[in-house]
């Protein structure tokens, strides 16, 4: 596999460029001015800390904010903090959310919100190039900052706890001082990067869904009324008018008369349905932008200032919202999924046995598709539940606020299987429904071209069998670029 090489400024890095690094697709390379400005910010913050308290510097952290680190134990302090905070439980991430993490907070400490020494982003670089990982606990943080997770980073790169995979020598043991233990910490970078894995490969099954809900219009000759360009100028969501110009496309060379003056919700309110969860995502997606290269250190440099300013940048409070927002979007457009697969196995709309069944009495044909699709969508339902009503009072009463964005990354983690699943169902339905009828999308454009991808993979037998391996197929070709 040939990689191409990402250059990190922290200012420009993308959610799917995120992923690319993670999965090992691009390498790292660090922009020579923003590495310069991380290296030359030491000196300042020496400065401001001669004469001024400094959070987590010359001080306790959380509820220890108002005690004094004397300095016969600064040069402990900072490893005493990895240490303290390194506590995560739970499984270890996978590799690639790991990696993650890792392009994350390389890229927002290349912001220049700290004095963290720039041997800290040399070696993290080098891990990402290297393959080298630190264990990483998925439970520890409730959206407040993945202390836990970027602890176990630290003790990492201190050599305290080892690193594992990758090919060649790890990278060699950092002493790291109170300067860089805070920094390292203070950042989302975890749910971050678990939201921008979790983003990239929804986008993709999101533009598979007017390609799968096209086919299953063309087999049912249901109406393109719903997609008409006059409908939506006057109603202009961007989502909705997105689906509906992508669907007129997909449909140009539609030809019939529809049996029915119009169609049931599946297909009559996906523009509204599903283009609600496209906005969701371009929301989300602009969040990530923002997380992805925003300096999150708390306390914040301002170098140009010589000054320290304390926030709570950290605070993932819109990241939480966002996931919420598309998890209920995502839902809604694979609850029409399911309601076109119903459509699907009734004979009053197609003219075809129950089913989709051969035509023998009794025969099952795809009823078990209907219910495992029903099965993933209540693993969606169960994921869509908004973390943002949680709430935690913690160290002490010091903080008394949290977004839970952590866990809602992790619910959007698991959607992506499930809602390639229901899809996934409603295309060997869809694929079926049209050979039955003897049926092929018009033309030679995209929705042809799909349709003949899935009817080349998909076993064209309609007898009573095991349609496990159908839908797996059918899940590869949505997931398959």
Avoid at 236 to 265: I, K, T
Avoid at 303 to 311: L, T, V
Wanted: glycine residues 10%.
């Amino acid at each position: 596999m040939t990689r191409t090489h990402l250059t990190l400024d922290g200012r420009s890095l993308s959610a799917a460029q995120v992923a690319s690094l993670a999965r090992g697709e691009a390498l790292p390379l660090l922009d020579p001015k923003a590495r310069e400005r991380v290296r030359e910010a030491r000196e300042t913050a020496r400065r401001i800390t001669a004469r001024r308290r400094v959070y987590g510097y010359t001080t306790g952290v959380g509820a220890n904010r108002t005690a004094t680190v004397p300095d016969s134990a600064v040069d402990t302090f900072g490893m005493r903090l990895l240490r303290s905070h390194s506590g995560g439980i739970g499984p270890v991430v996978p590799d690639e959310q790991a990696r993650a993490m890792l392009a994350v907070r390389l890229n927002q400490l290349l912001c220049g919100g700290s004095a963290i020494d720039v041997a800290v982003l040399d070696r993290i670089a080098e891990a990402l190039t290297g393959g080298h990982l630190p264990t990483v606990h998925a439970l520890g943080a409730i959206g407040t900052g993945d202390l836990s997770a970027l602890g176990e980073l630290g003790l990492t790169l201190a050599g305290e706890l080892p690193w594992r995979g990758g090919f060649g020598p790890a990278p060699a043991p950092l002493t790291l001082s109170r300067w860089d233990a805070l920094p390292l910490m203070s950042s989302g970078a975890l749910t971050i990067g678990q939201s921008a894995l979790a983003a990239t490969d929804l986008r993709l099954l999101l533009d598979r869904v007017p390609l799968v809900a096209a086919l299953t219009l063309t087999a049912l000759r249901g109406s393109t009324e719903p997609y008409a360009e006059y409908v939506h100028e006057l109603r202009p969501h961007p989502g909705a008018q997105l689906l509906a110009a992508r669907m007129r496309e997909l449909l140009s060379l539609a030809d019939w008369e529809p049996p029915l003056v119009q169609d049931l919700f599946g297909l009559r309110c996906l523009p509204q349905v599903h283009g609600a969860a496209l906005d969701a995502w371009f929301a989300l997606d602009q969040v990530l932008s923002v997380e992805i290269n925003a300096a999150v250190e708390n306390p914040l440099l301002n170098a140009d200032a010589e000054d320290y300013h304390h926030h709570g940048g950290f605070h993932l409070a819109r990241l939480g919202l966002a996931l919420d927002q598309f998890r209920l979007g995502l839902l809604g457009t694979a609850e029409l999924s399911t309601a076109r697969l119903g459509i699907l196995v009734e004979p009053a709309f197609t003219g075809l046995p129950p089913f989709l069944a051969e035509d023998e009495h009794g025969s099952s044909g795809v009823m078990i598709t209907e219910y495992a699709a029903q099965s993933a969508l209540a693993e969606l339902r169960g994921a869509a539940q908004p973390v943002t009503i949680g709430h935690a009072v913690i160290s002490r009463g010091a903080e008394e606020h949290a977004s839970f964005a952590s866990t809602g990354a992790r619910r959007l983690l698991e959607s992506v299987e499930h809602f390639t699943l229901v899809l996934a169902c409603e295309l060997v339905a869809a694929v079926r429904a049209l050979r039955l009828r003897d049926l092929v999308p018009a033309g030679d454009g995209e929705l042809r071209d799909f349709y003949d991808r899935a009817a080349d993979r998909l076993d064209p037998s309609v007898a009573d069998r095991n349609l496990t391996e159908d839908v797996e197929v059918a899940a590869a070709l949505l997931a398959g670029g």
